[in-house]
């Protein structure tokens, strides 16, 4: 959209005038003061009032104090909070028409009109009720004398948006909801630290989570750490499911694991809708393998704790998004909740997600177990199926038998979730009927014939391992190309699977090349991005990026504490990426600073006294802090020191200042839940894909493809997973600085810059549009629809 269009559009979407409060109900949940900040500051921001509503609907209730304006600095310092600081209570009275009609008057004594509530089904479905019966309660208080005629005239309409907080992710129509993948931290870390001493002593642990309805926390997290046993609410096991998980429990140990995990939401049932606790499935283990069984019950765990960078920025997103929404509305516009989908922003009809959602949690009492997986969303269908995958090893003659020869190599880099998708990828192999190869050291040890088969139980464990356990090198083929050809007859490599970054990018375009003098290159290869920088065309997110975000804003968040109860104080922080600048900017939105310099956005000596000028009006206030993140290539003359020297010289007097190199330890840590599933389910398709190319290219006794399309990147491209020709990829690749011409996060920069209180013009064209929940629907549900 063209700037002046821009401008044009933003200015209809004033807030002058208006009115808007935000609340937090029901269950807490992290990232829900990074969504409340960001309805604030992007309120005011718009010339709009925003009040805080404490103690949520308890509060509108009750009126006074509990309803107050909110201020810019109201929100400073909250980003890394966990839960919510303006308070949640689930409210008895609101439920009540009376209770409602006091709220009604709370509002309109204050001149809202504009809600925006953060919270789970059950909030959200009070709320449009609320303002379906909005017009009847203005007229009850017009009757009893409590407002005016006028009041009714102004305030006429109550317009809501949604968005979703809650840790179980059991909300229909988004892809995450606001404190999952928080919660998914919080899970994991116990995860990785009870293996350790149950590896010790040779135990089993039943881990129990949260999901009284939903399974997804104990899905992705049996997926991510490679749980031998998941019970989930929607998909109870079948009749004879005690000996079946016995069997499989022994089978693990047999094959030299010193540890079994099994892992239980705490909604599971049989069957026949009988609970399974956490302590029956120990009593099982112990009754009858005779293993050394513990439980442990996470419980509020899940729920606390900082929010991870994911979380952070969806709900910042959303909650700049709620605002956009309710400038928008018109006296009948139905309420909305704001979403994510893939990485894209979506509206959607508040009542189609609740009664979505509702039929899930009926086709479970109906015993319809397949309609609520598919009801769920294709995401939790592709995790239940992708942990089927991995986790259950048919027996040997119950395998497909190819005798196809697949070798995987990792290439650049070291990135968190390279071990993931690697244990993915050998083990989908394996089920699809493949002798899988692991390579050493990346093309080099490609050269050099470090190459071996590697088995089922050779990558248990890998899920939680950071760095890359088969190696990894940046160098490329070309060189060696000779060597690597006549290393794939010797083996008989039937297809190539390539972890890794730009290097592999680079390397799977050079062994294309090569085709057409090396025969034994003519075979099915696929490339599945992983590196920090999350600079590989082709592909909106990368295996590592988000283990690196949460590294640089946990980083961020301490650094930043270390200015507490001291003087004004400005950090200058240079994070890694080559010349892409996603780490920086995502890292700045997720961390909440004041600037973020790229080398896509160029910027000179007067764009840097605009910033120093900025911060030093933000610290006469009362900001107490400021943060600067800079790539490390943004520009060759103003490096990190050129920084550091001219904030310290133009802040003398307001602020002192102080910088850190954030270095190596971007790439190193145990990779996160994201970048854990992520991994795990990009490779699992990747594998499958070669599957099928090998199936199409297999002629005359051997496999023979040498077609655009049998060398592909598997990539994220908006909602979707797309396998396109690396050579279709040349256009859309800047070679010099190895990045993508275009790329999708430059739209959040106005964010950042909007929440550090810039003056800045916002590309509204990316705004979500509304759209109506289309899911996996069984057909009995299509029809009742």
Same mark, same amino acid.
């Given at each position: 959209?063209?700037? $002046?269009?821009?401008? +044009?559009? &933003?200015?209809?979407?004033? %807030?002058?005038? @208006? =009115?808007?409060?935000? !609340?937090?109900?029901? #269950?807490?949940?992290?990232?829900?003061?990074?969504?409340?900040?960001?309805?604030?500051?992007?309120?005011?921001?718009?010339?709009?009032?925003?009040?805080?509503?404490?103690?949520?609907?308890?509060?509108?209730?009750?009126?006074?104090?509990?309803?107050?304006?909110?201020?810019?600095?109201?929100?400073?310092?909250?980003?890394?909070?966990?839960?919510?600081?303006?308070? $949640?209570?689930?409210? +008895?009275? &609101?439920?009540?028409?009376? %209770?409602?009609? @006091? =709220?009604?008057?709370? !509002?309109?004594?204050? #001149?809202?009109?504009?809600?925006?509530?953060?919270?789970?089904?059950?909030?959200?479905?009070?709320?449009?009720?609320?303002?379906?019966?909005?017009?009847?309660?203005?007229?009850?208080?017009?009757?009893?004398?409590?407002?005016?005629?006028?009041?009714?005239?102004?305030?006429?309409?109550?317009?809501?948006?949604?968005?979703?907080?809650?840790?179980?992710?059991?909300?229909?129509?988004?892809?995450?909801?606001?404190?999952?993948?928080?919660?998914?931290?919080?899970?994991?870390?116990?995860?990785?630290?009870?293996?350790?001493?149950?590896?010790?002593?040779?135990?089993?642990?039943?881990?129990?989570?949260?999901?009284?309805?939903?399974?997804?926390?104990?899905?992705?997290?049996?997926?991510?750490?490679?749980?031998?046993?998941?019970?989930?609410?929607?998909?109870?096991?079948?009749?004879?499911?005690?000996?079946?998980?016995?069997?499989?429990?022994?089978?693990?140990?047999?094959?030299?694991?010193?540890?079994?995990?099994?892992?239980?939401?705490?909604?599971?049932?049989?069957?026949?809708?009988?609970?399974?606790?956490?302590?029956?499935?120990?009593?099982?283990?112990?009754?009858?393998?005779?293993?050394?069984?513990?439980?442990?019950?996470?419980?509020?765990?899940?729920?606390?704790?900082?929010?991870?960078?994911?979380?952070?920025?969806?709900?910042?997103?959303?909650?700049?998004?709620?605002?956009?929404?309710?400038?928008?509305?018109?006296?009948?516009?139905?309420?909305?909740?704001?979403?994510?989908?893939?990485?894209?922003?979506?509206?959607?009809?508040?009542?189609?997600?609740?009664?979505?959602?509702?039929?899930?949690?009926?086709?479970?009492?109906?015993?319809?177990?397949?309609?609520?997986?598919?009801?769920?969303?294709?995401?939790?269908?592709?995790?239940?199926?992708?942990?089927?995958?991995?986790?259950?090893?048919?027996?040997?003659?119950?395998?497909?038998?190819?005798?196809?020869?697949?070798?995987?190599?990792?290439?650049?880099?070291?990135?968190?979730?390279?071990?993931?998708?690697?244990?993915?990828?050998?083990?989908?192999?394996?089920?699809?009927?493949?002798?899988?190869?692991?390579?050493?050291?990346?093309?080099?040890?490609?050269?050099?014939?470090?190459?071996?088969?590697?088995?089922?139980?050779?990558?248990?464990?890998?899920?939680?391992?950071?760095?890359?356990?088969?190696?990894?090198?940046?160098?490329?083929?070309?060189?060696?190309?000779?060597?690597?050809?006549?290393?794939?007859?010797?083996?008989?490599?039937?297809?190539?699977?390539?972890?890794?970054?730009?290097?592999?990018?680079?390397?799977?375009?050079?062994?294309?090349?090569?085709?057409?003098?090396?025969?034994?290159?003519?075979?099915?290869?696929?490339?599945?991005?992983?590196?920090?920088?999350?600079?590989?065309?082709?592909?909106?997110?990368?295996?590592?990026?988000?283990?690196?975000?949460?590294?640089?804003?946990?980083?961020c968040d301490r650094i930043k504490q270390s200015a507490s109860g001291t003087k004004r104080r400005v950090f200058i922080i240079e994070t890694m990426g080559g010349y892409c600048g996603y780490l920086a900017s995502v890292g700045g939105l997720a961390a909440g600073a004041d600037a973020a310099y790229i080398y896509e956005e160029p910027f000179n000596i007067r764009d840097l006294q605009?910033?120093?000028?900025?911060?030093?009006?933000?610290?006469?206030?009362?900001?107490?802090?400021?943060?600067?993140?800079?790539?490390?290539?943004?520009?060759?003359?103003?490096?990190?020191?050129?920084?550091?020297?001219?904030?310290?010289?133009?802040?003398?007097?307001?602020?002192?200042?102080?910088?850190?190199?954030?270095?190596?330890?971007?790439?190193?840590?145990?990779?996160?839940?994201?970048?854990?599933?992520?991994?795990?389910?990009?490779?699992?398709?990747?594998?499958?894909?070669?599957?099928?190319?090998?199936?199409?290219?297999?002629?005359?006794?051997?496999?023979?493809?040498?077609?655009?399309?049998?060398?592909?990147?598997?990539?994220?491209?908006?909602?979707?997973?797309?396998?396109?020709?690396?050579?279709?990829?040349?256009?859309?690749?800047?070679?010099?600085?190895?990045?993508?011409?275009?790329?999708?996060?430059?739209?959040?920069?106005?964010?950042?810059?909007?929440?550090?209180?810039?003056?800045?013009?916002?590309?509204?064209?990316?705004?979500?549009?509304?759209?109506?929940?289309?899911?996996?629907?069984?057909?009995?549900?299509?029809?009742?629809?």
């Open positions: 959209m063209p700037q $002046s269009e821009n401008k +044009k559009f &933003f200015e209809n979407l004033t %807030g002058a005038g @208006k =009115a808007i409060a935000v !609340l937090t109900s029901g #269950g807490d949940a992290q990232g829900m003061n990074a969504a409340v900040r960001a309805v604030v500051r992007m309120g005011i921001y718009v010339g709009a009032k925003v009040y805080f509503i404490h103690e949520g609907y308890q509060g509108m209730v009750d009126g006074g104090d509990n309803i107050a304006e909110a201020k810019w600095e109201s929100v400073s310092s909250m980003l890394q909070v966990g839960g919510t600081v303006i308070g $949640s209570a689930r409210c +008895k009275e &609101f439920r009540t028409h009376e %209770g409602r009609l @006091k =709220a009604a008057h709370n !509002l309109v004594r204050k #001149g809202i009109t504009n809600l925006c509530v953060i919270g789970g089904d059950g909030s959200l479905t009070g709320a449009n009720l609320f303002r379906e019966e909005w017009s009847g309660l203005l007229a009850e208080l017009l009757e009893q004398g409590l407002i005016d005629e006028e009041a009714t005239k102004i305030y006429s309409a109550l317009h809501i948006v949604g968005m979703v907080g809650s840790i179980d992710n059991d909300f229909c129509g988004t892809d995450m909801t606001i404190g999952t993948d928080s919660a998914l931290h919080r899970i994991i870390e116990v995860v990785d630290a009870i293996m350790t001493t149950a590896q010790s002593h040779q135990r089993t642990f039943v881990l129990e989570v949260m999901g009284r309805h939903c399974g997804y926390l104990a899905l992705v997290s049996a997926l991510a750490c490679g749980a031998d046993w998941v019970l989930i609410p929607e998909m109870p096991p079948e009749d004879g499911w005690e000996e079946k998980m016995c069997q499989k429990l022994c089978a693990t140990r047999s094959r030299g694991s010193r540890l079994n995990i099994i892992i239980v939401a705490e909604g599971a049932t049989d069957r026949q809708g009988n609970a399974i606790t956490s302590s029956i499935v120990k009593d099982l283990v112990v009754c009858r393998l005779g293993f050394d069984t513990r439980v442990t019950i996470l419980g509020h765990v899940q729920r606390g704790g900082t929010p991870s960078a994911f979380d952070r920025i969806l709900a910042s997103r959303m909650g700049v998004e709620a605002v956009l929404a309710l400038l928008e509305t018109t006296a009948n516009t139905a309420a909305c909740v704001v979403s994510l989908r893939g990485n894209q922003s979506v509206r959607l009809p508040l009542m189609e997600c609740v009664q979505m959602t509702q039929e899930v949690q009926k086709a479970m009492d109906e015993r319809r177990f397949e309609d609520a997986v598919q009801l769920r969303g294709r995401s939790f269908e592709n995790n239940l199926k992708t942990y089927k995958l991995l986790a259950h090893r048919k027996p040997e003659s119950e395998l497909p038998h190819s005798n196809f020869n697949v070798a995987v190599l990792n290439v650049g880099a070291p990135a968190a979730g390279m071990n993931a998708a690697v244990r993915s990828a050998i083990r989908v192999g394996i089920s699809e009927g493949h002798n899988m190869f692991a390579v050493n050291d990346g093309f080099e040890g490609f050269a050099k014939g470090q190459i071996r088969e590697i088995k089922w139980a050779d990558v248990g464990g890998w899920t939680g391992q950071g760095g890359s356990l088969l190696g990894t090198k940046r160098t490329l083929p070309a060189k060696h190309i000779g060597e690597i050809a006549e290393q794939m007859r010797k083996y008989n490599i039937n297809a190539l699977l390539v972890i890794g970054g730009f290097e592999a990018y680079l390397g799977i375009m050079e062994l294309l090349a090569a085709r057409g003098t090396y025969e034994e290159l003519c075979v099915p290869m696929v490339m599945v991005p992983a590196t920090v920088s999350n600079n590989v065309p082709g592909s909106d997110l990368s295996i590592g990026a988000d283990t690196a975000l949460n590294t640089i804003t946990d980083t605009a910033n120093v000028e900025h911060l030093t009006t933000k610290m006469k206030s009362s900001i107490q802090r400021g943060l600067i993140l800079r790539n490390e290539s943004c520009n060759e003359n103003y490096t990190t020191d050129f920084l550091y020297q001219l904030y310290s010289e133009e802040g003398r007097g307001v602020f002192d200042c102080r910088k850190n190199v954030l270095g190596h330890m971007q790439q190193g840590g145990s990779p996160s839940p994201f970048d854990r599933n992520f991994g795990t389910k990009i490779a699992a398709k990747a594998m499958q894909w070669i599957t099928k190319k090998l199936t199409d290219s297999y002629r005359q006794g051997r496999v023979f493809a040498n077609t655009e399309d049998s060398a592909c990147l598997l990539g994220m491209r908006g909602r979707a997973m797309v396998f396109q020709p690396v050579v279709q990829l040349k256009e859309e690749t800047d070679f010099v600085h190895r990045i993508p011409k275009e790329q999708w996060w430059l739209k959040l920069r106005p964010l950042m810059k909007i929440l550090a209180k810039y003056k800045t013009s916002y590309d509204v064209s990316d705004s979500g549009q509304l759209e109506h929940v289309v899911l996996n629907r069984p057909k009995a549900f299509e029809a009742a629809i």
